[in-house]
């Protein structure tokens, strides 16, 4: 009960933000440049296949890059509306369990994800009519396959729930976006390296792109969902017992 | 009568520093209790223990007779609070910042206009915050407070950093809400001129440790007023005077400071000086000052300690 009401509170104070501006914004960037991809690429290999190539090649950039960094700006901008005019001293002090407020704050950010990852998966449809429109020898790629692009945005939303997890501690343990996008952008900086290396199965912000990648597709979900819902039960354990002081 | 806040032996402390020593409060119902102190005196961290949102080192806080440990959200059902600045969201407008303190209380939606009605926030409400004035925001704090009817009402510092308007306004407000909302006040600042406008009862901290605790009007029977006098030859005049029974103190600018109360008080001792041919060059009637009543509440504690 007392999650809902914080989740209803939190959804009035998405109002105005850019937080819920910033989930429409990124997905158009990467949209636009498979856009401009499909449409001035000179020649296409013959087993050139429009569908696959957009539905893997987005979804993978913002697997590995966008999506990460939007996490981390969102999770700051959510907590950032709490820190910037001291508000946990009036909410903790409502007849409100700190834990339904720590939760709503992590089913919301996960909720922008959602959106925004969705966003991106009918972006790739119009991409996809767009390109078979301008390009006439695109035209007979068959039928935009709805489900498996579905599929592939919701399995990187769930593999993403890990990194959620970890930014929504650092955000509400931080004020300001120093850490917490530091945290971000070293998260996906290391990515880069441990892509290949063996660790690259269980790291978590490799966790989103494995499920592209045979033999660590299950990891990641497993992981993913898991370690995210552990991740903030730890979190909010953690968070809960602090005291209050600014 | 029922206590509705009630201390005991509350102790916190920041690394080696003790910012609240055993305290022992005690607010019973009806009225504005003035919790005074100057900064740094312990008043926010002993509120923040109310609150539950730090828990004391040692001791414990009862609101309403109940334990707050373990009754935190049931408790909190009957306490509003304003701790230090309000806390807003400036991207949302008054009303909406109300409804936000709504949702989470789970209170009903008529409960807003009355909030705004008490504070005269009204015809602002579908502003956005980011444009209020520094009293408005105060108000506004002060109307979520309000919002789901409180029994006790805990502000802290409510008038700090407003405008002379501002703090009359807030000040008229407190002043209003025991009588017509039933709710108790229970008010920190560290101005006594403040909370002698207000409260009936004061409690008073320092250093973490409470000096006093009672009726207004038991802390002016025992605080009484100064005569300062400016004399030349001020050794003779505390001869004088201490030999014909007055307390005489050493006060600032090489004034002195007696312990008397009235003007017929006033002319006695200036006939005094007088006489004995000492010259006076300035003679008046003071209030104490908070510094003065901290001065003499720890002057009669370290004395008393001595006595123990």
């Given at each position: 009960m007392s999650l809902l009401r914080a989740l209803h509170a939190e959804l009035l104070k998405l109002k105005r933000t850019l937080a819920f501006r910033v989930i429409f914004v990124l997905p158009f960037l990467v949209a636009t440049l498979q856009f401009f991809i499909a449409w001035r690429t000179k020649r296409f290999a013959s087993d050139f296949n429009l569908w696959e190539t957009l539905q893997t090649s987005s979804l993978q950039i913002w697997a590995v890059f966008m999506m990460p960094l939007l996490i981390a700006l969102v999770t700051a901008l959510l907590n950032g509306i709490e820190h910037s005019d001291r508000q946990w001293k009036h909410i903790f002090a409502l007849p409100v369990p700190r834990y339904s407020i720590y939760f709503a704050k992590v089913i919301v950010a996960q909720g922008l994800i959602f959106i925004s990852t969705f966003i991106l998966a009918a972006l790739i449809v119009v991409v996809g009519f767009a390109a078979m429109y301008l390009r006439p020898e695109l035209a007979n790629s068959g039928p935009a396959p709805y489900g498996a692009i579905a599929k592939s945005a919701s399995l990187v939303w769930l593999a993403s729930w890990l990194i959620i997890a970890i930014h929504t501690w650092v955000s509400m343990r931080w004020a300001g976006f120093p850490i917490p996008l530091g945290t971000g952008i070293a998260g996906t900086f290391f990515a880069l390296f441990a892509a290949s290396a063996a660790v690259g199965k269980y790291y978590p912000w490799l966790l989103p792109m494995n499920i592209f990648l045979e033999g660590r597709a299950t990891t990641a979900i497993v992981l993913g969902v898991a370690g995210g819902i552990i991740a903030a039960v730890v979190g909010c354990w953690e968070f809960v017992r602090r005291d209050v002081l600014i | 009568m029922e206590s509705l806040i009630e201390t005991r032996g509350l102790t916190r402390r920041f690394g080696a520093r003790i910012a609240v020593d055993d305290l022992n409060l005690s607010v019973s119902a009806a009225g504005v209790y003035g919790f005074l102190g100057p900064n740094g005196a312990g008043k926010t961290t002993a509120i923040r223990m109310l609150l539950g949102l730090i828990r004391p080192h040692a001791g414990e806080v009862r609101l309403f007779g109940l334990p707050v440990a373990g009754n935190r959200a049931s408790l909190m059902r009957r306490v509003g609070a304003l701790v230090e600045s309000p806390s807003l969201y400036p991207h949302l407008t008054g009303r909406e910042n109300l409804e936000v303190t709504r949702r989470l209380l789970g209170a009903h939606r008529n409960l807003i206009d009355g909030a705004l009605d008490t504070v005269k926030l009204t015809k602002d409400a579908d502003r956005r915050v980011r444009e209020y004035s520094l009293g408005m925001r105060q108000r506004l704090g002060l109307a979520l407070a309000l919002l789901n009817k409180p029994e006790l009402l805990i502000l802290d510092?409510?008038?700090?950093?407003?405008?002379p308007a501002g703090i009359h306004e807030m000040r008229d407000l407190i002043r209003r809400l025991p009588e017509e909302f039933g709710v108790t006040v229970f008010l920190s600042s560290h101005l006594l001129s403040e909370v002698e406008q207000i409260a009936s009862h004061i409690g008073i901290i320092h250093e973490g440790e409470l000096l006093f605790q009672g009726p207004l009007s038991e802390l002016q029977t025992k605080q009484q007023t100064q005569l300062i006098v400016g004399v030349k030859q001020i050794d003779s005049a505390i001869d004088c005077l201490t030999k014909a029974g007055w307390n005489v103190h050493h006060s600032v600018d090489g004034m002195l400071s007696v312990g008397a109360k009235t003007s017929d008080d006033a002319i006695r001792i200036n006939n005094l000086l007088v006489e004995h041919r000492l010259e006076v060059f300035h003679i008046a009637l003071a209030q104490p000052s908070l510094e003065d009543i901290f001065l003499t509440l720890t002057t009669n504690q370290s004395a008393g300690r001595r006595a123990a």
């Open positions: - | 510092e409510p008038t700090n950093g407003l405008d």
